[in-house]
């Protein structure tokens, strides 16, 4: 294929990259892959209604996201094991976002230390954070994402046990020698090594975060930091309402990208009871499934702040390293650029919901 020129052809371009156990680990979801599907398709379920006539000259895809300036309305998802794409990994990632202008949310399931990371580029990031059931663990990440200079923390809720992954227990997933969840090395839990007919990263899952985790966690996390939370798998109004109660300013609205309860609905249809329940009171985030830049403007229409992408960048990582994220970042952008001129809205602040039919 000739170069690339969106984000789906770096998706076909990935499997002639990576070996077939790490691309099903990446384009897999849970059990019969309908949510996965559903987040894909929902979105062009929407259809746009443009404004014409509106000076388009300047277009500015300028945002901020809880305060914090973003050169479009992206952000990329923590997603695990980044090295299995690339040698340079997250620090990689880093890099092109930084570039780009957004924000990365490093995963607590990083192949590059949260340290060397923050050192590999000087923008924006965000912890993503797992809670182990050993609360000293997690304690610890915390602390060491404040003093590393991330601004804000995604407590991912939706992983209470791993889902069902078919293609991985089938492929027998784990991570190569040598490979480690490097934030984990210091209290020993860092490896997760192939076993044969199994996912070695279900069973690291299930022994090791914590399935106790509830409300009065988030409470307990609230206490221990004083950086900016936000909760990553919300799929209703009502835990929206209890998310705010408990001190959380941001709300990402996340089924994991398919890959934990096969069958719940996809992200763009949960998207407006949250939004609604929500009711200014937080910032609303939302990904699963964004591959376009008519995508970011539907879900800003139903009144997101931002979205995050998680498989696109890790298919530029794999396809071209660094240089391969920077693509899709900047194919993302011009995507957007050019949406919001086609629909009359030249500022991110006139992308509403008459936008949508
Ligand atoms: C993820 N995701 C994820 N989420 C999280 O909170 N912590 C993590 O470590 C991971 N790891 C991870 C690995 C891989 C390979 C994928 C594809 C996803 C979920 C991720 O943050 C995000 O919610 C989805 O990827 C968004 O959907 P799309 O953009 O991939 O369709």
Known sequence: MARPINLCDYERLAPERLPALVYDYYAGGANDELTLAENLQAWGRWHLRPRILVDVADIDPHTTVLGHPLAMPVLTAPCAFNALAHPEGECAVARAATSAGIIQIVSTLSTQS?????????GQ???????????????ALVERAEAAGYTALCLTVDVPVAGQRERDIRNGFGLPAGMRCKNLTPVGLDQIELVADDSALQRYINELLDRHLTWESVAWLRSITRLQLLIKGILTGEDADLAIEHGVTGIIVSNHGGRQLDGVLSTCEVLPEVVETVAQRAEVLV???????TDVLKALALGARAVLIGRPYLWGLAVEGEAGVRHVLELLHQEIVLAMALVGRPVVSAIDRTLLA
């Not at 949260?114 to 000087?122: C, D």
């Not at 809670?131 to 000293?136: L, M, N, S, V």
Request: glycine fraction near 12%.
């Open 114 to 122: 949260l340290e060397e990371v923050a050192m590999a580029a000087n």
């Open 125 to 139: 990031r965000w912890f993503q954070l797992y809670c182990y059931r050993d609360r000293g663990v997690t304690r």
């Open 287 to 293: 990904d699963g499934g964004i591959r376009r830049g």
